[in-house]
């Protein structure tokens, strides 16, 4: 599974193991050890899943994106709702169609059709690989605090450091590593201990500044911008923090009684939207909005080098630093299974199912391996940095988070005799929750921008074809239904105008 909030490496299965906003326990196998995890352990599983790297930018993203501080807790506050109930419509779809074993994919296919369900797992693959990038440009950016060579993250140095790390992960995974003794331990204790000290050190030893949380919270880093527009630049940050929620209930099969795993979806997710909004609120107090936006990768660092001096920033670069290289290895079994997985499916081409003499799928290893490196090979041609490719990673999840939510709201119409037995509470309640998950969806979509829109209409243009020739392999149809001929025609008629505004230079990066 994935989550823009931790990293590890476990035993991937299925395509309900999640690519950004980072990397959580990348596939932990929902049967495995069934029975173990009371309500407490429950809680602080699904918090190391959520939390990750995006914890440790998301103060200076939200000020870069001109918005006041009234705007950005706007901007928590509905994506506290939005991502409230697209958990919940994850929940609620692992206990009511629990026979839908292919998670984000399968909820796509069942409920709109073999095509859509295909574009699910696309850019679900998409996103996981994209994230891997993001990942590279923060992780050198860190790493230039201590070696200048790496400059933004984004240079050549950082390029070949990136690259060396990719391959040396892909050789290990393609011998059949999945699982690394004590990686997730340090992984967790590397994200968790330093934002916990940023969080003690601000508040104790008073570092907030009342009157600097006062001034931002009605001038933002952008005064021209509308508050409506600041809010929505920062939306996408939100997201990206949250992205890997739906893997939360893929652990359910480990509670010792099926009550807590929806009161520890709950907890959790309290949780981990308190510690983000400490993170965000606290910062504010630190340091005006104009020069939170100015800060350089991972922006906690700047803010805990203002307030604490020169180790505070230490703290935070090695914590990312340590972070991200197993976030890496954790996205590299991610990104491999995936496709396989689909393949296996019936819905990848036939070369995805391809595995070597260590059961290891190879083919989606190299292939997924080209597709990042063209992607870091971009940035020396560009200032493309990792928030322009966690932007584009969270953009490519919002569909199969839009069609899992549409299917989920259909059901509730449609099947409201499928929840009884299954699930409590009123069905008027779960429609509520399903229709809220759709329409935060589409805000998402609408908030990502022209440029993001552009990008992400030309990264699902490859995967017709990818279906396409898939479907010739096994001799089965394809493309039969209106609907299958609406989408294309949507995503060719988008491709061709990005193609346009970007030639024209309406468009820039």
């Not at 074993?101 to 850019?123: C, R, V």
């Not at 969080?199 to 009157?211: E, N, R, T």
């Not at 949250?242 to 099926?258: H, Q, T």
């Not at 993001?452 to 001799?475: A, C, D, H, Q, W």
Request: hydrophobic share 50%; aromatic share 12%.
């Amino acid at each position: 599974m994935r989550s823009s909030g931790s990293s590890g490496v476990t035993k991937v299965t299925g395509l309900s193991t999640t690519p950004g906003g980072e990397p959580g326990l990348p596939g932990i196998d929902a049967n495995a050890g069934h029975g173990n995890l009371g309500l407490f352990r429950l809680v602080t599983t699904v918090i190391t899943l959520i939390i990750g790297a995006g914890v440790f930018s998301l103060s200076g993203d939200q000020a870069a994106g001109g918005a006041s501080g009234w705007a950005i807790i706007t901007a928590w506050s509905i994506s506290a709702i939005g991502v409230l109930c697209l958990v919940l419509c994850f929940f609620a779809l692992s206990r009511v169609k629990p026979n839908l074993k292919g998670g984000i994919y399968s909820y796509a296919s069942t409920g709109f059709g073999d095509f859509l369900g295909f574009n699910s797992a696309w850019g679900y693959w998409i996103s996981a690989l994209l994230c891997t990038v993001s990942f590279s440009a923060l992780l050198f950016s860190a790493m230039s605090y201590f070696f200048p060579v790496f400059g933004a993250g984004n240079n050549l140095a950082s390029v070949i450091g990136a690259s060396v790390i990719l391959w040396f992960y892909i050789f290990l995974v393609s011998r059949g590593i999945k699982e690394v003794t004590g990686i997730n331990a340090v992984i967790t204790i590397s994200k968790i201990v330093p934002i916990f000290v940023a969080i003690m050190s601000i508040i104790f030893l008073a570092k907030f500044d009342p009157a600097i949380f006062m001034e931002n919270l009605s001038h933002g880093a952008d005064p021209s911008l509308s508050f409506f527009d600041q809010v929505s630049s920062t939306m996408m940050v939100t997201i990206w923090v949250f992205v890997g929620i739906e893997g939360a209930v893929a652990i359910s099969g480990r509670a010792k009684k099926d009550s807590d795993v929806g009161k520890a979806t709950i907890i959790a997710f309290a949780c981990v939207l308190t510690i983000y909004l400490l993170v965000s609120m606290l910062s504010m107090g630190v340091m005006p909005l104009s020069q939170l936006a100015e800060l350089s990768n991972p922006p906690l660092a700047g803010v805990m080098e203002y307030a604490v001096g020169e180790w505070g920033a230490i703290l935070i670069n090695f914590g990312v630093i340590l972070s991200l290289i197993g976030a890496m290895l954790g996205y590299t079994v991610l990104w491999s299974e995936s496709p396989y997985e689909a393949a296996s499916q019936g819905v990848f081409i036939k070369e995805f199912e391809k595995t070597n003499d260590k059961g290891a799928p190879v083919v989606t290893l190299v292939a997924s391996g080209v597709v990042i490196e063209i992607f870091l090979i971009t940035m020396l041609f560009g200032e493309q940095t990792y928030q322009f490719f966690y932007t584009l990673s969270a953009g490519m999840i919002l569909l199969p988070y839009l069609l899992s939510a549409a299917y989920f709201a259909k059901i509730t119409f449609t099947e409201p005799q499928a929840f009884k037995g299954r699930l409590g509470g009123s069905i008027v309640a779960w429609r509520i929750f399903g229709i809220f998950g759709v329409v935060y969806s589409f805000f998402l979509a609408w908030a990502s921008g022209a440029v993001g829109l552009t990008i992400m209409s030309l990264l699902y243009l490859p995967g017709i074809f990818v279906y396409i020739r898939g479907k010739k392999e096994r001799n089965q149809p394809y493309l039969a239904t209106m609907v299958d001929k609406v989408v294309v025609g949507i995503i060719v008629v988008a491709s061709v105008v990005s193609l346009v505004l970007i030639v024209t230079g309406v468009v820039t990066f």
